[in-house]
């Protein structure tokens, strides 16, 4: 067997400083691989795949998360930088998946014991799940749903259900959540997508990446890339950032519908600016001189003053955070907590009373149904944040006290 690579060992939570921040350790790949989480401590099945993104010609560098974990094609907690090329599966089918919260000045003293009340008007007023609204809401952007009449076929056919699930939740690890402070200040969160319209369009180019000429010889035929200057990049890059828009459109309107939900119960109440962000998409930047094409599969931007969200399970908590700008990172920090075990496991691991113990505290569903969000099937939030101190500071700590879900 083979001697294991020396690698620089991470610095223990209690020596970390914005001086002395957590060093990034590197992987042993084809392309610069720098990583803010312990390999020890990733799935090798996850570092096969970091390892099989590092070894496309067009990619200058990759950044690993904390949080990071399987997924599909590429790993969920990645930053990924080509020159001229983008892959849709490093990107994933939930284009433009992301976050928004906005800081409230009701504070816990106001609210009532029982929180049952506000959650059920939120369910009663924002789809979730597999539900759409019986009628369309439109968004403001004039001209926005022309976008659908350009699709191909197949998917310019849901422009009806594309409509009525704009403003709607989804299911999985979606949520929207009334938090507090440490300060006891309320929170308003949610964390949703680019619903069946964006996994549409990501489906769509996959199967077109895959069987281009320039894609046979991959290392793995779900990284396939479309390349600048074709026109297979070009139809995927205006339906991809019409699905981001698509994203941040949805998040915008049900924030907007949240707070007048609390509005109505709390009329005193007043609200700050949003904080918004993608973690799920592709954006345009420059870096280390040159122009670049970064996919964030389960990261945020965290240029320096950005602010971002980095949520935990759906009992542990989230941050408020401003970025730092490491360039050594690509200006990322991680999305969230990270999974650290599968639908499934979660599912044969853990019961609705495990649940039920684990939400204590939380008005939200502790139904069979969505064991497979159990706090115990994600990371510790805290330990993701202390490998990040370099990339981002804390602005707030949050713990929900109402979680919707799907």
């Given at each position: 067997?083979?001697?294991?690579?020396?690698?620089?060992?991470?610095?223990?939570?209690?020596?970390?400083?914005?001086e002395?921040?957590?060093?990034?350790?590197t992987?042993?790949?084809?392309?610069?691989?720098?990583?803010?989480?312990?390999?020890?401590?990733?799935?090798?099945?996850?570092?096969?795949?970091?390892?099989?993104?590092?070894a496309?010609?067009?990619?200058?560098?990759?950044?690993?998360?904390?949080?990071?974990h399987?997924?599909?094609?590429?790993?969920?907690?990645?930053?990924?930088?080509?020159?001229?090329?983008?892959?849709?599966?490093?990107?994933?089918?939930?284009?433009?998946?992301?976050?928004?919260?906005?800081?409230?000045?009701?504070t816990?003293?106001?609210?009532?014991?029982?929180?049952?009340?506000?959650?059920?008007?939120?369910?009663?007023?924002?789809?979730?799940?597999?539900?759409?609204?019986?009628?369309?809401?439109?968004?403001?952007?004039?001209?926005?749903?022309?976008?659908?009449?350009?699709?191909?076929?197949?998917?310019?056919?849901?422009?009806?259900?594309?409509?009525?699930?704009?403003?709607?939740?989804?299911?999985?690890?979606?949520?929207?959540e009334?938090?507090?402070?440490?300060?006891?200040?309320?929170?308003?969160?949610?964390?949703?997508?680019?619903?069946?319209?964006?996994?549409?369009?990501?489906e769509?180019?996959?199967?077109?990446?895959r069987?281009?000429?320039?894609?046979?010889?991959l290392?793995?035929?779900?990284?396939?890339?479309?390349?600048?200057?074709?026109?297979?990049?070009?139809?995927?890059?205006?339906?991809?950032?019409?699905?981001?828009?698509?994203?941040?459109?949805?998040?915008?309107?049900?924030?907007?519908?949240?707070?007048?939900?609390?509005?109505?119960?709390?009329?005193?109440?007043?609200?700050?600016?949003?904080?918004?962000?993608?973690?799920?998409?592709?954006?345009?930047?420059?870096?280390?001189?040159?122009?670049?094409?970064?996919?964030?599969?389960g990261?945020?931007?965290?240029?320096?003053?950005?602010?971002?969200?980095?949520?935990?399970?759906?009992?542990?908590?989230?941050?408020?955070?401003?970025?730092?700008?490491?360039?050594?990172?690509?200006?990322?920090?991680?999305?969230?907590?990270?999974?650290?075990?599968?639908?499934?496991?979660?599912?044969?691991?853990?019961?609705?009373e495990?649940?039920?113990?684990?939400?204590?505290?939380?008005?939200?569903?502790?139904?069979?149904?969505?064991?497979?969000?159990?706090?115990?099937?994600?990371?510790?939030?805290?330990?993701?944040?202390?490998?990040?101190?370099?990339?981002?500071?804390?602005?707030?700590?949050?713990?929900?006290?109402?979680?919707?879900?799907?």
């Amino acid at each position: 067997m083979a001697a294991p690579r020396p690698r620089r060992p991470l610095l223990p939570a209690s020596t970390l400083t914005l001086e002395n921040p957590v060093p990034y350790v590197t992987l042993d790949a084809a392309r610069p691989v720098r990583m803010w989480a312990d390999p020890d401590q990733v799935e090798p099945q996850a570092l096969d795949q970091i390892r099989n993104v590092a070894a496309l010609p067009w990619v200058e560098g990759i950044a690993v998360m904390p949080d990071v974990h399987l997924g599909y094609g590429a790993t969920v907690g990645s930053v990924i930088a080509m020159r001229d090329a983008v892959s849709p599966s490093a990107v994933g089918v939930d284009i433009g998946c992301g976050m928004s919260a906005v800081k409230t000045t009701l504070t816990a003293s106001q609210l009532p014991d029982d929180l049952g009340r506000l959650r059920s008007s939120v369910e009663a007023h924002i789809p979730v799940g597999f539900n759409w609204r019986d009628e369309p809401v439109d968004v403001s952007t004039p001209g926005f749903w022309n976008h659908l009449k350009e699709l191909p076929t197949p998917i310019a056919a849901m422009s009806d259900r594309a409509r009525r699930q704009m403003g709607t939740l989804g299911g999985g690890n979606h949520f929207l959540e009334v938090c507090l402070d440490d300060d006891g200040t309320v929170w308003l969160m949610l964390h949703s997508g680019s619903r069946g319209i964006g996994k549409e369009i990501a489906e769509h180019h996959m199967a077109i990446a895959r069987d281009l000429p320039h894609n046979q010889d991959l290392p793995d035929r779900d990284l396939a890339v479309f390349v600048t200057g074709t026109p297979e990049m070009d139809a995927y890059r205006r339906d991809l950032f019409w699905a981001q828009d698509y994203a941040r459109a949805n998040r915008d309107l049900m924030l907007g519908m949240f707070i007048g939900i609390v509005w109505k119960q709390f009329p005193q109440a007043r609200f700050e600016a949003p904080i918004s962000c993608h973690h799920n998409y592709v954006a345009e930047e420059h870096h280390h001189g040159q122009d670049l094409l970064v996919t964030r599969k389960g990261a945020i931007r965290a240029g320096a003053g950005d602010l971002g969200i980095i949520p935990g399970s759906m009992g542990t908590g989230s941050y408020i955070v401003r970025g730092l700008g490491n360039p050594a990172a690509y200006d990322s920090a991680s999305h969230g907590a990270g999974r650290r075990m599968s639908r499934g496991a979660a599912r044969r691991q853990f019961t609705a009373e495990d649940l039920a113990e684990q939400t204590r505290g939380v008005e939200c569903r502790k139904d069979a149904g969505v064991v497979d969000e159990i706090p115990a099937a994600y990371k510790d939030i805290d330990a993701v944040m202390a490998q990040q101190t370099d990339l981002v500071k804390v602005v707030a700590h949050l713990k929900q006290v109402v979680c919707v879900k799907g």
